[in-house]
């Protein structure tokens, strides 16, 4: 099964801040990658698709980025709204596999 | 609108067994391979297993091949999954899912704890 290495698996920023979270694959998966966002209690809700697609009604201070192995999702301008937990999950071959998850905490 | 609603979880003792359901809505099921991913409680999202829009062909976790079994009803919109053999392990909080590639749908979640 491919596995995926979420970095860092928690990080505390401020309202305003410029946060990358890094997702690495442990073999090839193209662009085979979606992120995910949940909150205590919510159900996950996909952010980005084939690496850079963003879903419709994510706001645009959230983007992905990368090919291969090497991923990254970069949340731009903090919001409140995004203090929450991401997890990477690959889609190139079954079993799919999820990231361990990044905790985004406020400083 | 496009909705998954999940039903059947419960709690059961080690080595029984629970069928869980998701009746789906706003979208034309029989297009869409459809899965379900567990989340144990504080831990992360765990996929379960996929079955094609025609319910022919099957792909499942290592960790419950063998225990759970995926199908589905077309003509009921309606998406199972058997656990049988049910460890301690197993308890989580279970998801249908919708995916041609990302899960862009999920249902609410219904609670499986596996407990003496």
């Known amino acids: 099964a491919i596995q995926l290495t979420q970095s860092p698996s928690s990080l505390a920023a401020s309202v305003g801040d410029r946060v990358t979270i890094t997702c690495r694959a442990s073999?090839?998966?193209?662009?085979?990658l979606a992120w995910y966002q949940q909150k205590p209690g919510k159900v996950p809700k996909v952010l980005i698709s084939d690496a850079s697609s963003l879903e419709s009604g994510v706001p645009s201070r959230i983007s992905g980025s990368g090919s291969g192995t090497d991923f990254t999702l970069t949340i731009s301008g903090l919001q409140p709204d995004d203090f929450a937990t991401y997890y990477c999950q690959q889609f190139y071959n079954y079993p799919y596999t999820f990231g361990q998850g990044t905790k985004l905490e406020i400083k | 609108q496009v909705q998954l609603v999940e039903s059947g979880g419960g709690v059961v003792q080690p080595g029984r067994s629970l069928r869980l359901s998701c009746a789906a809505s706003g979208f034309t099921f029989d297009s869409y391979p459809m899965h379900w991913v567990r989340q144990a409680p504080g831990k992360g999202l765990e996929w379960v297993a996929v079955v094609s829009f025609d319910g022919s062909h099957k792909n499942y976790a290592d960790s419950v091949e063998g225990r759970f079994t995926i199908s589905r009803d077309n003509s009921k919109n309606t998406l199972f999954l058997q656990l049988n053999s049910l460890r301690e392990e197993d308890t989580a909080v279970y998801y249908c899912?919708?995916?041609?590639?990302?899960?862009?749908?999920w249902g609410q979640g219904t609670m499986v704890t596996v407990s003496s």
């Open positions: 899912a919708r995916a041609r590639d990302a899960f862009d749908i």
């Open positions: 073999q090839v998966i193209s662009s085979d």
